[in-house]
C-alpha cells in the first residue's frame, strides 16, 4: 500500500482478554517502530525492528506485550491479559533505514473496559 | 528510554506572529532530529528534520540545531490558526531509534 496501514483501527476488549494489533509497514521499510500514546501525552517508544529482528524491545512496558515481525515486513504487537491501563492508541511506523523519514500509521485506538 | 524534554505547553500566539518551540534532548550521540505536527485525533505527520548544527528553512518553517547545548527549535512564521496542533520533538539515535517528547500544544488565535 502506500502508506502504514494499522488494523484494527479501533478496538474494545474486556480487562483479562488477549489482543492483537496489526501493522503493514510501506513496502521495502526496513526499520518498523511501535509507540503508544495516552492522552495529552507524547508518543512513548515500545518497541523496534530491523527486518526481522527486535533491535530494541527496552521499552515494552513488561511481559504481557510482545511483538513479532515474523518476514521482515507486516508486524503484530500483542497484548495478554489486558489491563485498564493499557487503554491508548497505539502507533506503528516505519522508515527505509537510518537516518530516513519515519512514516506513522493511522493508529489503532485500544479501549480496554 | 532516552529524555527528550519539551515544554508542554499551551503556547498561545496571535496569527501573523512567530511562534517558537523548544526541545533539549540527553543522549549525545543523537545524530537526527525531527519535528512532528499532531492535530487531535490523528497521527503524527513529518514536517521537518534536521542533521547538522544551524538552521534550516522550508517555507514558513525554520528548524534550529545546536549539539553543543543539546537542544533544537522550531520557529513557524506568520502563523495561522490552521497551525494550532501539538508539535512533536522527536530524536533520533545512533542506533536508528525515534524517541519523542511530550509535545507542545500550540494554539493561533485569529
Known amino acids: 500500500g502506500a502508506g502504514v496501514s494499522q488494523t484494527p483501527s479501533n478496538k474494545v476488549t474486556e480487562k483479562g482478554k488477549y489482543v492483537e494489533l496489526r501493522c503493514d509497514p510501506i513496502?521495502?521499510?526496513?526499520?518498523l517502530y511501535w509507540y503508544r500514546q495516552s492522552l495529552g501525552q507524547g508518543p512513548e517508544f515500545l518497541i523496534y525492528f530491523q527486518g526481522t529482528g527486535a533491535a530494541d524491545d527496552s521499552g515494552l512496558p513488561n511481559d504481557r506485550f510482545f511483538a513479532v515481525r515474523p518476514e521482515g515486513s507486516v508486524s503484530t504487537l500483542k497484548i495478554q491479559r489486558t489491563e485498564r491501563g493499557d487503554s491508548a492508541v497505539y502507533l506503528c511506523?516505519?522508515?527505509?533505514?537510518?537516518?530516513?523519514?519515519?512514516?506513522f500509521g493511522e493508529g489503532s485506538w485500544l479501549t480496554v473496559v | 528510554q532516552k529524555e527528550v524534554e519539551q515544554n508542554s505547553g499551551p503556547l498561545s500566539v496571535p496569527e501573523g506572529a512567530i511562534a517558537s518551540l523548544n526541545c533539549t534532548y540527553s543522549?549525545?550521540?543523537?545524530?537526527?532530529f525531527f519535528w512532528y505536527r499532531q492535530y487531535s485525533g490523528k497521527s503524527p505527520e513529518l514536517i521537518m528534520f534536521i542533521y547538522s548544527n544551524g538552521d534550516k528553512e522550508d517555507g514558513r518553517f525554520t528548524a534550529q540545531l545546536n549539539k553543543a547545548s543539546q537542544y533544537v527549535s522550531l520557529l513557524i512564521r506568520d502563523s495561522q490558526p490552521s497551525d494550532s496542533a501539538t508539535y512533536l520533538c522527536a530524536v533520533q539515535t545512533g542506533a536508528n531509534n525515534l524517541f519523542f517528547g511530550t509535545g507542545t500544544r500550540l494554539t493561533v488565535i485569529p
Open positions: 513496502s521495502g521499510h526496513t526499520a
Open positions: 543522549d549525545r550521540g543523537s545524530q537526527s
Open positions: 511506523a516505519s522508515s527505509s533505514g537510518s537516518g530516513n523519514t519515519i512514516y
